[in-house]
């Protein structure tokens, strides 16, 4: 079946270091791939996506590329602010199916 | 657009009573997500529905849950009888199902502690 994985452990960084998160995903077909954001006490937010392959989601400084090759869709952003403090969650569908497969979850604490 | 709003934002109960969460989904949605979301087994889906009817229940723990759509504006989890380890954040989402890339919109979710 469709599923995601992200890397172990919450990640702790200084503000404005560069920020990378994996994700690889197993998948039949052509996936569509997801960040969502959540905050403290919020729900989970869409950060950005990306529909087919060599396609670069972006938003609010975050970037990530549908490798097909690689099955890989890392999460990269150049200078941490300490607001992006979150949990980061990687996630697919399929066509005709918007049911959400989710990673794990990393939680990313930027530290003044 | 005032998003998905789930109530109560709080439930505090004891084992045994009965919970019911709410939600309403986002106006022209067709597809309804019930998620909870736990440190132990992070987010897991429940069940979901696409233009009111349930889709795949398979995520629902046991008999003790129930979900139910009566209309495109309204949903409810229902658990019955409560028990300690159902404390967790439980989510709704909704989207509109047009094949490739459609984004889920979260609520707040609702946090249940069961004493």
């Known amino acids: 079946g469709n599923s995601v994985t992200q890397m172990e452990g919450p990640v702790t960084l200084s503000e404005e270091a560069f920020l990378t998160i994996n994700c690889t995903y197993t998948a039949t077909g052509y996936p569509s791939l997801f960040w969502y954001v959540q905050y403290p006490g919020e729900g989970l937010q869409l950060l950005l996506k990306a529909t087919k392959a060599d396609d670069k989601g972006s938003n609010k400084g975050f970037e990530a590329t549908y490798r097909k090759e690689t099955t890989s869709f890392h999460l990269e952003k150049g200078s941490v602010q300490v607001s992006d403090s979150a949990v980061y969650f990687c996630?697919?569908?399929?066509?005709?199916?918007?049911?959400?497969?989710f990673g794990k979850g990393n939680q990313v604490v930027v530290i003044p | 657009d005032a998003g998905v709003i789930q109530s109560p934002r709080h439930e505090v109960t004891e084992m045994g009573q009965e919970v019911t969460l709410r939600c309403k989904p986002i106006s022209g949605h067709n597809s309804l997500f019930w998620y909870r979301q736990t440190m132990m087994r992070g987010l897991e889906l429940l069940i979901y529905f696409n233009n009111n009817v349930p889709i795949d229940d398979s995520g629902m723990p046991e008999d003790r849950f129930s979900a139910k759509m009566p209309n495109a504006s309204f949903s409810t989890l229902k658990i019955q009888p409560s028990e300690p380890r159902d404390s967790a954040v439980y989510f709704c989402a909704s989207s509109f199902k047009q094949g490739a890339g459609s984004p889920l919109h979260f609520g707040n979710g609702t946090r249940l502690t069961v004493t």
């Open positions: 996630a697919l569908t399929h066509y005709g199916n918007n049911r959400l497969a």
